[in-house]
């Protein structure tokens, strides 16, 4: 998983005028094909197949990912402006719902796997894994026929101009670094990518399979999910520009400094019903913080950066993957304890640098009135 991040961060930073280039339609489609290709490998897991396997799905997932930022902000924005709408309860409400449905996976992805996978020891059989690759690859079809099926969105733009020179591209790339908004929001940005590695390398296996086993993670990530899957449609439907975004974010960020204070402080293994239900209750409200994070910052993007969302959203792909990439190296090599400070500190700083960021946008409106 470290390498497949780590390749992630890399292409991220030059997806954006290959995204702008195919268009978002058609980046959503080409970037399928390593998430083909990489459970295909799992049929048959070597070094051989699984790091070309992860490498590639590095590249093709940057693709799809800032794909799907830009297809969604122009789907929302045209979908406003076609029915006199604002922009901003628009974009949350899309952005809602997609991360919705998207953490419902969770829920629906552990349960296939369950139901799979019970018979296996310490996680299935053989024959078992690989009918789960197979049931994973016949969903994966179904999502490419389905993506085929989208229609096409893309604001007309001159193409030509900003491929015209290696140095055009590089400008576009880097445009949103120039922007002190953009430089603000990276720490959340960074942040929301080590919460969600934390929850797949850390809680998993120093917090649920002490307690629970290695069985009961498929449930516990379960009721991450479907906590993510409420708090996603939720706040999207609340979301209407940076102050309602500052709120809902605060909210999530205070959920998750007392899961992380508590964990650091206070928290030992128990025995019993009450042991079993604290990790649990602490994946609810994880995955609140996480749907929070998802929802916000999708759409403070696409408000923030219409103009240049590819780079955008190649930026939010670029900062997440490498915080996810640096939690997966490092999480095999530090305690939890080591681990959990660091996710409060960092918890800390992009929360305070999301709170300046709402005066540096306030400060020039204020001063026009």
């Known amino acids: 998983m470290g390498v497949l991040y780590t390749s992630f961060t890399l292409f991220a930073v030059a997806a954006s005028p290959v995204v702008r280039w195919l268009g978002a339609r058609l980046a959503l489609v080409v970037g399928t094909s390593g998430y083909l290709l990489f459970i295909l490998a799992n049929l048959v897991p070597t070094w051989y197949t699984m790091v070309p396997a992860s ?32 922009d901003g309860p628009t974009l949350g409400s899309f952005n809602g719902e997609f991360w919705g449905v998207f953490a419902s996976t ?50 007309k733009r001159d193409n030509a101009s900003t491929h015209s020179s290696f140095g055009a591209m590089l400008k576009y790339i880097v445009a949103p670094l120039k922007d002190r908004r ?18 797949w390398a850390v809680f998993t296996k120093s917090i649920v399979t002490p307690v629970l086993g290695i069985s009961g993670v498929g449930g516990a990530m379960a009721i991450y999910g479907a906590s ?31 899961v992380l204070f508590w964990l650091l402080l206070f928290y030992s293994p128990m025995d019993g019903l009450l042991g079993a239900a604290v990790p649990l209750f602490i994946g609810a409200l994880w995955g609140v913080g996480d749907g929070v994070l998802n929802t916000q910052l999708s759409a403070l993007l696409g408000l923030l950066f219409e103009d240049v969302k590819e780079a ?19 999480s095999p090599s530090i305690t939890l304890q080591a681990m959990l400070i660091l996710m409060a500190t960092s918890l800390v700083i992009s929360f305070g640098s999301f709170l300046l960021l709402t005066l540096v946008v306030e400060k020039p409106s204020s001063t026009t009135r």
């Open 55 to 86: 490498l590639y799905l590095g590249f093709t997932a940057s693709i799809i990912w800032v794909g799907q930022g830009t297809y969604l902000t122009s789907a929302a924005l045209s979908h406003a402006r076609d029915n006199n709408l604002a």
């Open 106 to 155: 969770q829920v629906i992805g552990n349960l296939i796997s369950l139901a799979l996978l019970r018979n296996g020891k310490d996680g299935g059989s053989v024959t078992g894994k690989n009918l789960l690759f197979v049931v994973f690859l016949g969903c994966m079809i179904i999502g490419i026929v389905l993506m085929c099926l989208l229609s096409k969105r893309d604001e």
């Open 182 to 199: 953009m430089l603000l929001l990276i720490p959340i940005i960074a942040y929301s990518g080590l919460q969600q590695a934390f929850v």
């Open 228 to 258: 993510d899957v409420v708090c996603s449609l939720v706040a999207g439907r609340f979301t209407s520009g940076l102050h309602s975004a500052t709120f809902i974010v605060s909210v999530g960020a205070v959920l998750q400094a007392v």
């Open 312 to 330: 955008a959203f190649a930026q939010l792909k670029v900062w997440q993957s490498g915080a996810i990439a640096v939690i997966f190296f490092l």
